[in-house]
């Protein structure tokens, strides 16, 4: 499901900051519920069927929820958009997009590489980014052209690692099973062969370490817009790219390239379109 497109709506930085501290209230909500079943006994239901495996757990569904019901209580007129019940639309051209448990399978495995993402999407743009670790006790944010770590009390400013070349890079994929198709599988090959460093894992993480300095290339494909949104201003205003393979917006998901500087995401995404 695409996100509905309409004209920008225009906010002021007094009402970003009003939203931001909706978000981070959500997120805590969201933190007491996916904390009690983290490394303990939980149902996990297949939504794949007999064909393939996409869990979903107790954490998921009731952490998206009481996101769901802190935002709307306090902003009725604001959509919703989320991974595991319903879209609501709303009446003011903006749109939350959540992803309650974004890793899901290093959720249920007990590694704590996961995180709750909560992105505001003004009907063109991604204007507002948060990326709660609550085991780790570390919270990505990002309004207003800032990103920012929230952990321990203490805040630091997200700046990417700039002037690096792709044959110096360290790049993170999930896994690289998502590149089902020969082309996709051919064009993710040509990036790795290219970088110093390939990881596997992370999810929501492994862009949170970009907007941090320590990943530089994350390739994806198959996304949905709750599992980006929340995850392009937390790069882009620290100083990163983030497109589809075509170079265009990644609001919609699908195959997306995140990377820490301009000419490094040129050099990738030059890469992926080779034929």
């Known amino acids: 499901m695409k996100l509905i497109k309409n004209a920008p709506v225009d906010l002021s930085p007094a009402k970003l900051a009003e939203l931001m501290a909706a978000a981070e209230r959500a997120a805590q909500a969201a933190g007491e519920i996916t904390l009690r079943y983290f490394r303990a006994d939980m149902q996990i239901d297949n939504k794949a069927g007999e064909q393939a495996f996409d869990p979903v757990t107790q954490a998921d569904k009731q952490a998206e929820l009481a996101i769901r019901q802190c935002l709307l209580d306090e902003f009725p007129d604001i959509g919703f958009h989320g991974e595991e019940h319903d879209a609501v639309v ?28 909560i992105g505001l999407f003004d009907g063109r743009n991604a204007v507002l980014g948060l990326m709660d670790q609550p085991f780790l006790q ?14 321990r009390g203490e805040r630091a400013t997200l700046k990417t690692r700039q002037n690096v070349d792709l ?8 896994t690289p099973d998502m590149f089902d198709t020969p ?28 907007a941090s300095g320590y990943v530089d290339v ?34 919609d998901g699908g195959y997306v390239i995140a990377a820490g500087s301009r000419e490094l995401h040129r050099q990738t995404l030059s890469l992926l379109q080779a034929t």
């Open 183 to 210: 082309e996709s599988h051919a064009a993710f090959s040509r990036v790795r062969d290219s970088v110093r460093l390939t990881r596997y894992g992370g999810d929501c993480y492994a862009y949170s370490l970009l």
């Open 138 to 151: 570390e919270r990505y944010l990002s309004v207003a052209g800032q990103s920012w770590l929230q952990s």
């Open 90 to 117: 709303g009446e003011s051209g903006l749109t939350w997009v959540v992803d309650p448990i974004d890793g899901t399978r290093a959720f249920m495995s007990g590694m704590p590489l996961w995180g709750t993402l």
């Open 218 to 251: 994350v390739i994806a494909c198959d996304l949905k817009p709750y599992d980006i949104v929340a995850l392009i201003p937390l790069i882009e205003a620290a100083g990163g790219v983030v497109s589809n393979w075509q170079g265009d917006s990644a609001v």
């Open 167 to 174: 044959g110096q890079a360290t790049m993170y994929c999930t």
